[in-house]
């Protein structure tokens, strides 16, 4: 089992910039990868970004590319969404996910868990 805590959402002015966290606990010896995705009322989860926890390799939606940067700390088991620029179209609810396994990394069902999520807002 793996646990996931978010932190670090809230409401911020278009052109703003935020620093999401998320702290694994359990079995993080076994994570190949986690995630980013976000998901609004009414819409499917999106995937944001991803990054293997072993080399570091990044993956980003085309909507973030240039404005979003994931990181890892593997030595307190984190990983991080740097959000800069943000705009009004990213206010969503952002949730944390880790994978055991290579794949298809926009694919949420691919991830075995969740964190609860934090709100972000991004104001006009």
């Known amino acids: 089992q793996v646990a996931l805590v978010e932190s670090g959402g809230g409401l911020v002015q278009a052109g703003a910039s935020l620093r999401l966290s998320c702290a694994a606990s359990?079995?993080?010896?076994?994570?190949?990868?986690m995630g980013w995705f976000r998901q609004t009322p009414g819409l499917e989860r999106e995937f944001v970004a991803a990054?293997?926890?072993?080399?570091?390799?990044?993956y980003y939606a085309d909507s973030v590319k240039g404005r979003f940067t994931i990181s890892r700390d593997n030595a307190k088991n984190t990983v991080f969404l740097q959000m800069s620029s943000l705009k009004p179209e990213d206010t969503a609810v952002y949730y944390c996910?880790?994978?055991?396994?290579?794949?298809?990394?926009?694919?949420?069902?691919?991830?075995?868990?969740w964190g609860q999520g934090t709100q972000v807002t991004v104001s006009s």
């Open positions: 996910a880790a994978r055991y396994n290579s794949g298809s990394f926009p694919t949420s069902g691919e991830y075995r868990y």
């Open positions: 359990g079995r993080t010896f076994s994570i190949y990868a």
């Open positions: 990054v293997t926890w072993s080399r570091g390799t990044t």
